[in-house]
């Protein structure tokens, strides 16, 4: 049985990965408000294991240490964290063009998808120890290799993730710490829309079975659990 933190675990993919690995594993969701953290957990359909939510803003600091403590009260050592809040400003979402997005936006989205993903993993890594798994929920959108056209925001901070990704890996080897970014399909959720191809839990169980299956490179880009190009 595994110690889980899984940030943004109130909805969408975080709340998929939390009902699945509840059956057989210890898991915490972080949640922006103690309402959405309780209504999380009490959703769960599965009678669960040892589950928990800590209130966590990933866009500050100070929040991330304080949930932090509170994982610490809970979890001796973590042995797998997803770094999965993220965002996709709305107004992003179609074709605004780079020359038409706003600094603001980029800035902001930054601020959670990448540096957030920073803020979380410096505190987390304080409970790992050898062996433990971290995976960065990034996108086929900050591909550099299939780059497409507007969400601007969105797709820098993902390849920015992805960079950020491949210096952990590097930097936490010595520790025996493995660090994957992955994309997760195209995904029903409030960000993916109802026009996805994939259910959450059609993606969530292929998340599961490799975040948590018996090989886990380090450094790598893999959907599906398949490697793909940076
Ligand atoms: N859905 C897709 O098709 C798709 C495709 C590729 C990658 N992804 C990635 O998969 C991850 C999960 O996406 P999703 O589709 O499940 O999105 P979602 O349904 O919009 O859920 C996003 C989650 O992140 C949390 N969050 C946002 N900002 C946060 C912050 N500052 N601090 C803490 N939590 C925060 C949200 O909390 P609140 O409820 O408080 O807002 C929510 O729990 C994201 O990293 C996304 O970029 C999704």
Redesign the pocket.
């Known amino acids: 049985m595994k110690n889980i933190v899984i940030?943004?675990?109130?909805?969408?993919?975080?709340l998929g990965l939390l009902n699945n690995l509840s059956k057989d594993h210890n898991v915490i969701i972080?949640?922006?408000?103690e309402e959405?953290g309780l209504n999380a957990i009490r959703s769960i359909v599965q009678s669960p294991k040892k589950v928990d939510f800590v209130i966590?803003?990933?866009?500050k600091s100070e929040s991330v240490i304080k949930g932090f403590a509170k994982i610490k009260e809970k979890f001796e050592h973590i042995d797998v964290l997803f770094n999965?809040?993220?965002?996709?400003i709305p107004g992003l979402k179609f074709n605004i063009s780079a020359v038409d997005t706003d600094e603001e936006s980029i800035l902001k989205t930054f601020n959670?998808?990448t540096i957030?993903v920073l803020r979380v993993t410096k505190q987390s890594v304080l409970l790992m120890k050898s062996g433990a798994r971290i995976i960065n929920?990034?996108?086929?959108?900050g591909q550099l290799d299939d780059m497409g056209s507007g969400s601007l925001a969105y797709r820098l901070s993902?390849t920015a993730l992805n960079a950020l990704t491949k210096v952990m890996a590097n930097e936490l080897s010595e520790r025996n710490i493995s660090v994957n970014a992955i994309?997760?399909?195209?995904?029903q959720?409030?960000?993916?829309g109802k026009d996805?191809n994939l259910t959450i839990n059609e993606s969530v169980s292929k998340i599961i079975s490799f975040a948590l299956g018996h090989e886990f490179p380090t450094g790598k880009f893999l959907r599906h659990g398949e490697i793909i190009p940076w």
């Open positions: 940030t943004g675990g109130n909805r969408g993919i975080g972080t949640s922006r408000t959405k966590m803003d990933v866009n999965n809040a993220g965002i996709l959670t998808n957030g929920i990034s996108s086929g959108m993902k994309c997760p399909g195209w995904v959720t409030d960000m993916g996805a």
